[in-house]
């Protein structure tokens, strides 16, 4: 059987337009950071399925309880049953969150563990009778492809065929640096009003934004005003959680705690999808009553999958373990190096490294769109030298599973000089 032509004929691939594209490449197996083609080829997956897959591909000992899971319970409808999986990985989170979290609710992935923090927001105002009805965020921003999540987000030819059915949301300026004490003041502007209720962020670091980091002293400057005057803050973890900032969560890089986290991408360790939303006391407390209506009526076939949760808790053990933390530490150091190192380059405007994330954005001259004609060159140049890098326009950007080496990284890093030589 010709498989390709059976997706061609079948499916409808993410992101991929239905005419004129390229046809995609069959993977067979994969194992480490290596995707396995039916041809023989070894590609480094080098942004980690994105952004998802933190331990390796086929880990053995995420398989091992997959399996094990698989032939206990597969599943069980979640309102009104619990089982142990779900409560092990409820247990395992509040290890590490920051202490002011004290409860999770599941999900599927990403994109509805942020639905699931927006209505939490919307309706922790609604259970109490406050009318407090804007939300602000920041431009750039991506959290999802869900009508919440892109509510949130910024308009962009994605959303365009939508946004007259997104909710209305108060934008602010990404801060640069240079513009951080007017960003603050358009903040704090808005919250004035007091009819803000909540603030959503990717903590340091936009994702499909074009991988653009900010200082942690203006996000804890936000969360503080916000705090003050009662405005739910909501930390988009997502892409920074469980080790990509360098630290578990980019969150840990912060004095203040937010009030909501959402979870999901390196949650399993890319191996499943599982969303979560955690939050503090302060939120369960308007939920907190023997009035039928204030229930949280949200939920999903498969919330809590047993399968999913063991799955996360086999992710959180070697997560913890001293040789992924290493291992951390190690691709931090190089991608900061590797950061200094293409900074020669002219036609490099800036690099940005935040713990394992390294970024190189192109001096292309016409902006940093996802539509940057740069990108057709940059993806199949990449596969061509068997290196799965996908950039986010004139974005190259390097974010890869813990289990890559030293080595592994090089061969990235010097394919990036040459290509910046060729430029």
């Known amino acids: 059987m010709n498989w390709l032509e059976k997706d061609k004929e079948l499916i409808w691939h993410p992101f991929t337009s239905l005419l004129g594209g390229a046809a995609p490449i069959f993977i067979e197996s994969a194992k480490g950071p290596y995707l396995y083609t039916s041809d023989g080829r070894a590609i480094l997956d080098a942004v980690s399925s994105w952004w998802v897959n933190i331990h390796g591909h086929s880990h053995p000992y995420i398989a091992a309880a997959i399996a094990e899971q698989a032939g206990q319970l597969e599943h069980v409808i979640f309102a009104g049953f619990t089982h142990q999986p779900a409560i092990r990985l409820a247990e395992n989170l509040m290890k590490i969150l920051p202490p002011n979290q004290k409860k999770v609710f599941f999900s599927d992935n990403g994109s509805t563990s942020v639905e699931v923090a927006l209505k939490m927001a919307f309706q922790y105002w609604y259970n109490q009778g406050i009318d407090k009805k804007k939300t602000i965020a920041l431009n750039g921003a991506y959290h999802g492809d869900t009508f919440g999540a892109m509510s949130v987000g910024e308009r962009s030819p994605f959303s365009s065929p939508f946004n007259p059915y997104l909710f209305d949301v108060e934008f602010i300026d990404f801060p640069t640096g240079e513009n951080d004490s007017e960003v603050l003041d358009q903040f704090k502007s808005l919250?004035?009003?007091?009819?803000?209720?909540?603030?959503?962020?990717?903590?340091?670091?936009?994702?499909?934004?074009?991988?653009?980091?900010?200082?942690?002293?203006?996000?804890?400057?936000?969360?503080?005003?916000?705090?003050?005057?009662?405005?739910?803050?909501?930390?988009?973890?997502?892409?920074?959680?469980?080790?990509?900032?360098?630290?578990?969560?980019?969150?840990?890089?912060?004095?203040?705690?937010?009030?909501?986290?959402?979870?999901?991408?390196?949650?399993?360790?890319?191996?499943?999808?599982?969303?979560?939303?955690?939050?503090?006391?302060?939120?369960?407390?308007?939920?907190?009553?023997?009035?039928?209506?204030?229930?949280?009526?949200?939920?999903?076939?498969?919330?809590?999958?047993?399968?999913?949760?063991?799955?996360?808790?086999?992710?959180?053990?070697?997560?913890?373990?001293?040789?992924?933390?290493?291992?951390?530490?190690?691709?931090?150091?190089?991608?900061?190096?590797?950061?200094?190192?293409?900074?020669?380059?002219?036609?490099?405007?800036?690099?940005?490294?935040?713990?394992?994330?390294?970024?190189?954005?192109?001096?292309?001259?016409?902006?940093?769109?996802?539509?940057?004609?740069?990108?057709?060159?940059?993806?199949?140049?990449?596969?061509?030298?068997?290196?799965?890098?996908?950039?986010?326009?004139?974005?190259?950007?390097?974010?890869?599973?813990?289990?890559?080496?030293?080595?592994?990284?090089?061969?990235?890093?010097?394919?990036?000089?040459?290509?910046?030589?060729?430029?």
């Open 191 to 423: 919250v004035s009003y007091g009819q803000v209720g909540a603030f959503i962020f990717e903590p340091l670091l936009q994702g499909a934004g074009g991988m653009r980091v900010y200082s942690k002293d203006i996000l804890d400057s936000m969360i503080s005003f916000a705090q003050d005057n009662d405005v739910i803050c909501i930390a988009d973890e997502v892409m920074t959680g469980f080790g990509r900032t360098g630290k578990l969560f980019a969150t840990d890089h912060l004095e203040n705690n937010p009030d909501i986290m959402c979870l999901s991408k390196g949650l399993t360790g890319g191996t499943m999808a599982l969303g979560i939303t955690s939050c503090s006391q302060k939120i369960v407390s308007a939920y907190e009553s023997e009035d039928t209506l204030k229930t949280f009526f949200h939920g999903h076939s498969f919330t809590a999958n047993p399968i999913a949760c063991a799955t996360a808790n086999a992710s959180f053990e070697l997560l913890m373990k001293a040789e992924c933390q290493e291992a951390i530490k190690r691709i931090s150091d190089q991608q900061k190096k590797a950061a200094s190192r293409f900074n020669s380059f002219k036609t490099v405007k800036k690099t940005r490294n935040l713990g394992t994330l390294l970024a190189v954005e192109l001096n292309t001259g016409d902006g940093t769109s996802y539509f940057n004609e740069v990108r057709k060159r940059i993806y199949p140049y990449f596969l061509e030298k068997d290196i799965l890098l996908r950039p986010l326009g004139n974005v190259i950007y390097v974010l890869p599973p813990f289990v890559i080496q030293n080595n592994e990284l090089e061969k990235v890093y010097s394919s990036i000089e040459q290509f910046l030589k060729e430029l």
